[in-house]
């Protein structure tokens, strides 16, 4: 199964931005949907982002208009541009692909959002 690993998250004041990444030890792009998952402390774990095979793009309505995801298929790597970031934003976060034969889940990054 592929191995997903994030990194670039960090520490942020209420409205900076950081960009996560998610790096495929395999393709990702033969998954049929890949995103961002998060969990906060006492909190479900919640879709952020998705973006299909067909390249279809869905968002959590808290995120629209400031997150945006993305691929780099010679990379090999998906993103998470993250911006005007607010303390509710301050969560663990995951990547994940899913396939037809698992799901593959990043080990996850923290994202700290706090003045």
């Known amino acids: 199964q592929v191995q997903l690993v994030e990194s670039g998250g960090g520490l942020v004041q209420p409205g900076g931005s950081l960009r996560l990444s998610c790096a495929g030890s395999?393709?990702?792009?033969?998954?049929?949907?890949m995103g961002w998952y998060r969990q906060a402390p006492g909190k479900q774990r919640e879709l952020v982002a998705r973006?299909?095979?067909?390249?279809?793009?869905n968002y959590a309505d808290s995120v629209k208009g400031r997150f945006t995801i993305s691929r780099d298929s010679a990379k090999n790597t998906m993103y998470l541009q993250m911006n005007s970031l607010k303390p509710e934003d301050m969560a663990r976060y995951y990547c994940?692909?899913?396939?037809?034969?698992?799901?593959?889940w990043g080990q996850g990054t923290q994202v700290t959002v706090s003045s």
């Open positions: 973006i299909t095979i067909g390249g279809s793009i």
């Open positions: 994940y692909a899913g396939y037809s034969s698992g799901t593959s």
């Open positions: 395999g393709s990702i792009f033969s998954a049929y949907a």
